[in-house]
């Protein structure tokens, strides 16, 4: 049901709700629809500017009984757009605070908070923790999502410095998690993208840094294998102070580039070191014997670092992105990575290596829900231009998704992205029963919620399939036989309107009922929100829903 289906709720919801309403007819209209991707042209039927958390709990009532699609926006920098719909955008961007505890080391951080905002407010107190690498990104999509920055090979990720949240469920309450309070759902949030409700406040622990060494150097094309194989040898003893990442690209027409290098293709080296100062100094200096035809390195303060690039992604140009993790930077791996390099469809694209390990890998592998934290690198293929003529240059087509698999740098990297699942106890909270492989962090924070208890995440490759246990299996006549000895006494039946009857594979439910008839469908939602079913052992929801009240009633 779309909003204009619903006048009634909606002359109710705007009655009621304390924040500001944006319609398409308003004035403002357009540039509160806007977000940083200029290639995102959603039109939302009603954007619900919230001031406060009763605004977010309004907003979310509405939503669930007026039926309509529903996202949230907090910094407005999904690459995806996934901070917009075409139904109802619950907008934070107006919450933007951020306290700090300075005595505790917590920030507490309001959902529309950008990484702006709360570097400013930490730095203050000499203090900071896991952000992202551009600081108009949102605190809040960043987080959830895992969170890569340059503190996180000391630190971890922005999720792992998560240390607690307020949550409004899809029921419109308001919960507490922390690792003591509701831990499963902190599990979630660390790294699981949204669909758990939506965070209307982030707490995260805090630690001492103040000014760092940092900056970039710059190197030819004619040097770029050996700069990237002393790279990978660099990185690989690197102390975890240190934060690299490696970026080919277009030297940009900047005073400090030279004349003879604007234009071309070039390789880059990022960085952050955040211990002593004399020790980054001497680490570099392996680098350095590179001889850079550009070298920024310096100290600074940690805010400055985190807008040092700010200017190569300014709000409005078309982006399109793609990424994924590998094991190792292996010369096969350098040599498809220069290939492509040497060849980018923009001035403004380049490709993006990041260096993992350190904290992020001594996180175990099942405290969050974030995966591939034993992967060397993580790599972006990042393409940005202006002309909206230039779209089918830049954005692959569905030719080109379904030979993703196969791609050179796939097949060089050797790491695929998965969405870490495990079994939840008491809690209840909507997830996998095994890992489901995911096209190469393309949408990481995407997710499907089913109200029977499982999530989907969207995209994944056809054989890789979520079933219910025990409830339905794939199930063909001349298999029935086999079926019969491992499982005595029960006594399969074809689903409604099967090809049982021509040999072909069918869906068959041992209790008689098909999947179609137990199945109930829940919209897909984006970034930090879901109506996700959370009614297994008293979960976000604190109620069982209608579908397993049906189930429980007849079974």
Not at 351 to 372: D, P
Not at 377 to 387: I, K
Request: net charge positive; aromatic share 6%.
């Amino acid at each position: 049901m779309s909003i204009r289906e619903s006048e009634h709720g909606d002359q109710a919801f705007r009655a009621r709700f304390a924040g500001e309403l944006v319609t398409p007819s308003d004035e403002g209209y357009d540039t509160a629809r806007a977000v940083w991707n200029g290639t995102v042209t959603t039109r939302p039927s009603l954007i619900a500017r919230c001031r406060t958390v009763a605004d977010i709990v309004d907003a979310v009532n509405f939503a669930r009984t007026s039926g309509t699609d529903v996202s949230v926006r907090g910094g407005g920098h999904s690459v995806a757009g996934l901070s917009l719909c075409e139904g109802l955008v619950i907008d934070l961007s107006r919450m933007r605070d951020v306290r700090v505890d300075a005595a505790r080391l917590v920030a507490t951080a309001q959902p529309g908070a950008t990484w702006l905002d709360y570097d400013a407010a930490t730095a203050v107190h000499g203090l900071a923790s896991t952000g992202g690498l551009i600081s108009s990104t949102g605190v809040a999509g960043l987080t959830l999502g895992g969170g890569i920055g340059w503190l996180q090979r000391k630190y971890g990720l922005a999720c792992d410095n998560l240390i607690g949240a307020d949550v409004v469920t899809a029921s419109g309450e308001i919960v507490r998690t922390s690792e003591s309070e509701r831990p499963d759902l902190l599990w979630g949030l660390r790294g699981g993208g949204g669909n758990f409700g939506v965070v209307a406040s982030f707490e995260f622990a805090l630690h001492p840094v103040s000014t760092v060494l940092g900056g970039m150097m710059m190197f030819g094309w004619d040097r770029a294998t050996d700069v990237l194989r002393a790279f990978r040898e660099w990185t690989a003893q690197l102390p975890d102070d240190g934060s690299m990442l490696a970026a080919i690209m277009t030297a940009p027409p900047e005073p400090f580039v030279p004349a003879d290098l604007v234009g071309k293709p070039v390789v880059a080296v990022v960085g952050c070191w955040s211990g002593d100062l004399e020790a980054g100094e001497a680490e570099l200096a392996a680098l350095r014997e590179l001889k850079p035809a550009v070298d920024l390195f310096g100290p600074m303060p940690y805010p400055a670092l985190q807008g040092m690039l700010d200017a190569g992604a300014p709000s409005g140009l078309r982006n399109y992105f793609r990424g994924g993790f590998a094991d190792a930077l292996s010369d096969p791996m350098i040599e498809v990575l220069l290939e492509h390099g040497s060849r980018l469809p923009s001035p403004m694209s380049a490709i993006h290596l990041h260096q993992m390990g350190g904290a992020v890998a001594r996180v175990a592998s099942e405290a969050t829900a974030f995966g591939n934290r034993d992967a060397a690198f993580t790599y972006n293929l990042v393409s940005t231009w202006t002309d909206p003529t230039e779209d089918a240059l830049h954005v692959d087509t569905p030719t080109d998704r379904s030979r993703r698999r196969s791609s050179p740098i796939r097949q060089a990297a050797h790491t695929s992205t998965s969405f870490r699942a495990r079994a939840l106890p008491a809690s209840g909270l909507p997830t996998l029963r095994r890992p489901t492989i995911v096209w190469h962090s393309s949408r990481p924070n995407t997710t499907r919620a089913i109200c029977s208890g499982t999530t989907r995440t969207s995209r994944r490759p056809r054989r890789e399939r979520t079933r219910r246990p025990g409830r339905t299996r794939p199930v063909s006549h001349r298999h029935l036989g086999r079926w019969r000895e491992h499982d005595p006494g029960v006594e399969p039946r074809p689903a409604a309107g099967s090809r049982w009857a021509r040999g072909h594979r069918s869906r068959v439910d041992i209790d008689g009922r098909s999947r179609r008839e137990r199945r109930t469908r829940v919209r897909r939602v984006s970034l930090n929100v879901a109506l996700a079913c959370g009614c297994h052992g008293g979960g976000p929801l604190g109620r069982t829903c209608r579908a397993h009240a049906a189930r429980d009633d007849d079974s």
